[in-house]
Structure formats: C-alpha cells, structure tokens
C-alpha cells in the first residue's frame, strides 16, 4: 500500500491582508490563554490549568509565527513583505510585553513551589523550568523599582546597539589610489570603480566595503597601498568606540542588579558552556596549543614575502603584517596547491549535485526524499522546489517537508540559510504533526545552455545548511519550543558544521561530482589538492577568531569602569593572533557582532567547530557514508532537539566527554 504525505500545515499563498489577520489572530491567543493562566486562584493553579494550555497553544501557534515572520525574506510580492516585516516586530512587541508579566510569573512559580518538577515528564518539567529561567533572567523576581531601572538600562543599551549598527552601515569612508599603486588588480576591477581627477592623475576611489577592500588585501603588489587601505579599514567608525564602550557598562550594571558577576556570566547561563570558566579555559587552551603551528605559519609567510620582495628589487625589512596575510596566503595557495575554482566549478552542477548531497544524507540518516511535481506544490516562487522526506529504517513513516528555494531574486534574502517553518510536535489527538523547513540560498541560475555550476565553497555551503534542513527533519519532541535547532547557540552549528566534512571526504567528493557535460567524475589529482588546500594556514586562521572570542570575553568580564576598549583590543591582536593591528587603529568599533546579538558569544563558532570535529572524526572517519553511525547520530544528536542539554547529547553520541584532539589533528594538522 503507497502510503500518502500529509497536506502541509502552512500555507505560502496568502497575501498581505492574511498575513496581518493570522498575526492578530495569533496575539489573540496568546494573550486570552495568558489572562486566563494569570487570573487562576492558588486553588485551581493545577497541571490541568497551567501547562497542558500554555504548551498547547506554544505548540498551535509556533508556526504560523514563523510563516508570517519568513515571507519578508522570501515572498515575490512587495505588500506581503511590508506585511511581514510589520507583523514580525508587531509580535516581537507582544512577546516582549507577555515575558514581563509579573501577574503570570507569580502563577507559574508559585505552582512550581509546591510541585515536584521532577515527577513529570521529561519534557514538561524542561518547560517549567525554562519558564522559570526566563522570568527571572527578565528580573520578575526583583522589587518594582529594580525592574523599572533594568527595563531603563536595557531601552538604552538597545538604542545604543541601533546607533552603532546605523553608524557601521552607513559608514563611507574612502580611500584613493593611481592605477600603479593599484599593480596585480585587473582591468575589470578597476572599471567597476569611481574615479575622480587630482592635478591631472586618474585617482581611483575604494571603499571600506568588502568587494573593494578583499581584492586590494588579497592582490594588490604594492604594500603600501595595502598598508594604507588595511588601516583605514580597521580605522573606520571612529564614534562607535563610545557607543561600544557605554554598551559594555549597561550589560555589566544590568547582570549585576539581575544577580550575576559579569554579562558574560549572564549570558553563558542558557549556553551549552554555562560558565565563564569554561569558555575561558576552552579558548587559553586553544590559544596555547595554536601558538606554535601559528608561529611556523608565519615564518613561512616571511620567507616568501622574502623572496618576492628580492624578486621585485624592494628592501624587506623582516616584518610581517596585518596587511600581508591574505597576500601571502594568496601567494602559498597558487604556488603550492594550484586549486583553480573555476575548473572544480564544471564537477558541481546544482541539481546533480543536490540529487547526490539527498542520496548521501538517505544512506547515512536512514531516510527517502520525493519529489513533489511542480503542479503539485503550493510554494511561493516558481523556482521553489517541494521535497517530501520519508523514514527508510525505522516504521516508514513520513517525517517531513524540505523546500528548496535556491536562486537569486529582487528582495530575495541575500544569503543561504535554513528557515525552520514548523515545528514538529504531538498535537491535542496525540497526533505528530510534521515539520516544515526551507533552505534559502542564491546559487547562479541555469541558463539554456549551462546549468548552474557551484564552486566547492558553495558546495559546503549547501552542505552546511542542508543539515540544519535535517536537524529540523529529523526531530522528535513532543513540545514544538525543543524541536531542532532550538539547541543552546554555541551548539547550534555543530551538527551542520560536522556534515562540511564530507565536502573534504575522497570517497564523498568521487560520489558527488559529475562534469557536466562528460559525466566524469573529479579527478584524484584535484581532489588531493582541494583537501591539501583546507588546512592551510588552518592556525592563523583560527588564532584571529580566537582573538575576537577572547577579546569578548574580556570586556564583557571586566569590572573596569574605565575600560579602554582599543588598548585591549590591540594588545589582546598582537598577542593572540600573533599580528599586530596597524598602527593607532581601533577596530573593536566595526567589530558588529559585539553589538549584533553575540555579545559574550563569540567563542560559539570555535566551540562548535571543535566538537563537529570530535563528531566527525572519532565516529565518521573510519566510514564516512556509514548507515550505522549515521543512524545513531540521527537518534543521539538530531532526534532530541533541545529537549536535553547539548552536552549530554554530545556525550551520549561520543560516548565520552569530548576532546580538542581531533580538531587539532585533523582541522590544524598538529599532534598533540
């Protein structure tokens, strides 16, 4: 008997007056079960009352949240992107308004007072404890007049985090270079550029955007124009540096009348790490052991910054700077491993590659995708493909859709992301209800005659996000708010950064790669140099991210009233990275992520990569496309959500606490 996919739950066809109707109707909601939750008497505050509603309507109401909230970033139609964008922040309000109900945070705890937490079920005493968790880390537990100060320093420091992202992103600051001081960039480049005249001299005008400032790093010849550039890019956003710093003493003062030692403490307190000694002990121990190999790097870096200085008849003076590492870099990787993205891109056409990167993940995940025909499926472009995915080792049962939205438009989201639409849960009639994820990228289009054709970091691009695509597939919890990638946010991206290994894999690349017009699959030879080429300068690399986290979590640890943010900035550089930063600037003042949402998380990107390697490698290594370990990462990792702490996962999967070792060995090529 063929068994039948379910209708999907969320519906993309609907237009802007729908959008504002299912918002009002999901504040509407919300709140009457709210009033309702708040208003019980101590007498009725029971199971019953409190969290089977609360739960239920979490569950009823995550995604059409969702939906209305993605459409900004994906719909064709201009009045249903305003719509969604005016329902996002008309929701996000309400939100806000709900966590800092005082009349609902003493229901809840006082019925938690009196409750065995530990008598219910896994999952619901995981929400109660969450509730609580949230209510307090809002300050409800506080006297009145403290939570008006908190809610006070948290209005400014938001303002303040507006200004300095305003300020970092209409920063236009220029700088000018006659064609000579621009030698090693190509006609192309410098016909894209503005110019203007100075006494007779075409001066080129370059800004301290990417397109402009890579380019200069990476190929310019002439070093001090790589000097002056790197600079003013470092130096640019001067009026943050106060705004960076004002920042730093609000989260400080809001963690202490809150009851924490520092905003670091603060915020690790919801993260897989949970301690600032964890996190601090984590990155010194990186740093210590990176310090050599990063060391060796950088000597090799001189010796050919020797040889060319020599071959164009110019001193060198033994240094080696901040603006010389993408040069050199350039330089090592052309000479030694020859990697010619252009020729690697005619293995990768988009829907080959796809069609293999499914049959990889069914293997491996124990799973079965269908196609669903164009006339079929309701999507909300035509370039939208719907996929259903299928159980293949287990009952059989259907697990979910995939829709992949995959090439550039107008007003389309500008990068590649998983959108986790609906959250899988078992609904009121013990029913599951399947879960709903979009992957959004901006591959090149096919055209008549070519398909679209990816270069191999697009491929682990697609690689990267298509796992948080069966993160969200494979989850099975009964409450929506631990479904997927709902993980703590220094764990989030292990699990797809683990799966960026098979683009590094010989076997897996054999598998993937068809060229598209003879069929043949990437040679050995390229294949070889596309894995040599990944570890490259892997420590200098990892050294300057370690910087940024370690600079992150100094100031955000720091009870210096006076902080100089640039002292530390720059001193922290030149230790850590083993590279100074030019010459009086303060780069902390574009450092966006302070001010984005990743105040004392930074470490979160080393963190997880450490662990998608301990993943990868002490389990995947000796079979990469093994059914086995594949399915009890599926069960261990992927399953649980956040239904449990990351690290018993990890743990649970691994079968002992993890280790920097393998990142080490195989990430940096260091033994330990």
């Not at 992107?81 to 005016?86: F, L, Q």
């Not at 080129?204 to 550039?229: A, F, G, Q, S, W």
């Not at 009952?395 to 995959?406: A, C, N, P, R, T």
């Amino acid at each position: 008997m063929t068994q039948t996919a379910p209708a999907p739950s969320l519906d993309f066809s609907i237009n802007a007056e729908q959008v504002e109707h299912i918002t009002n109707d999901i504040i509407a909601q919300e709140l009457a079960i709210n009033d309702q939750v708040a208003s019980l008497k101590p007498e009725e505050q029971t199971y019953e009352n409190i969290v089977l509603p609360l739960t239920r309507i979490e569950n009823e109401l995550s995604g059409k949240a969702q939906l209305v909230s993605s459409l900004s970033q994906i719909s064709p139609e201009a009045d249903v992107r305003e719509a969604s964008v005016a329902a996002e922040t008309k929701y996000d309000q309400f939100s806000i308004d709900q966590s800092m109900r005082h009349d609902l945070y003493t229901v809840i705890q006082n019925y938690i007072s009196k409750t065995d937490i530990d008598s219910l079920g896994a999952e619901e005493a995981r929400f109660l404890r969450r509730m609580e968790r949230s209510f307090r880390r809002n300050g409800l537990h506080l006297s009145e007049d403290k939570r008006d100060e908190l809610k006070e320093l948290r209005k400014r420091l938001s303002e303040a985090c507006i200004e300095f992202n305003k300020n970092w992103a209409r920063e236009s600051s220029t700088v000018k270079f006659t064609k000579e001081e621009l030698e090693g960039l190509d006609d192309d480049f410098l016909d894209g550029l503005k110019t203007e005249q100075e006494d007779g001299v075409t001066k080129y005008i370059l800004t301290m955007k990417y397109p402009d400032v890579r380019p200069v790093l990476k190929l310019c010849k002439n070093e001090n124009t790589r000097k002056v550039h790197a600079t003013a890019y470092e130096s640019r956003n001067k009026e943050n540096i106060a705004l960076l710093e004002e920042a730093i003493k609000l989260r400080r003062q809001a963690a202490n009348i809150l009851g924490y030692k520092s905003h670091a403490d603060y915020v690790l307190e919801v993260k897989m790490a949970k301690t600032v000694e964890a996190v601090e002990t984590f990155l010194n121990d990186l740093a210590d052991k990176l310090y050599a190999p990063g060391k060796k790097e950088i000597e090799e870096l001189k010796e050919i910054k020797k040889a060319e200085k020599a071959k164009r008849g110019e001193s060198y003076d033994g240094s080696f700077n901040a603006w010389d590492s993408s040069y050199y870099q350039r330089i090592l990787l052309e000479n030694e491993y020859a990697v010619d993205q252009e020729q690697i891109k005619k293995f990768f056409s988009l829907e080959t590659t796809i069609q293999k990167m499914l049959e990889i993940y069914e293997k491996v995940l124990g799973l079965k995708f269908v196609k669903v025909p164009a006339d079929k499926a309701v999507v909300w472009h035509p370039d939208v493909q719907l996929f259903e995915c299928w159980d293949a080792v287990e009952d059989k049962s259907f697990s979910g859709f995939m829709y992949l939205d995959l090439f550039p438009r107008d007003n389309k989201y500008p990068h590649a992301a998983c959108f986790p639409l609906q959250p899988s849960y078992i609904d009121k009639n013990g029913e599951r209800v399947a879960p709903i994820a979009a992957m959004v990228a901006n591959f090149t289009k096919p055209t008549a005659d070519k398909p679209s054709l990816l270069k191999h970091d697009e491929v682990t691009t697609l690689f990267h996000e298509l796992g948080h695509v069966m993160h969200h597939l494979c989850s099975r919890t009964k409450y929506a708010r631990f479904h997927g990638t709902s993980v703590e946010g220094d764990f989030v991206e292990a699990p797809s950064q683990m799966l960026e290994n098979w683009c590094f894999d010989p076997k897996s690349l054999k598998y993937l790669t068809a060229h598209f017009e003879t069929g043949e699959p990437i040679s050995d030879e390229i294949i070889d140099r596309i894995v040599k080429a990944k570890n490259v300068d892997a420590a200098m690399h990892n050294l300057r991210q370690l910087f940024f986290g370690i600079y992150d979590m100094t100031i955000h640890t720091s009870n210096d009233e006076n902080l100089d943010t640039t002292k530390v900035y720059n001193d922290l550089r030149e230790k850590i990275s083993l590279i100074a930063a030019p010459k009086d600037s303060f780069g902390q003042a574009a450092f966006g992520h302070l001010m984005g949402g990743y105040d004392a998380g930074y470490y979160g990107y080393m963190w997880s990569k450490v662990f998608s390697s301990d993943m990868f490698f002490s389990k995947f290594e000796k079979d990469t496309l093994s059914p086995e370990v594949g399915f009890s990462y599926r069960k261990n990792i992927l399953e649980k959500g956040s239904s449990r702490d990351g690290m018993d996962l990890l743990k649970a999967f691994l079968g002992r606490e993890p280790s920097s070792e393998a990142f080490m060995r195989e990430d940096i090529g260091v033994t330990n």
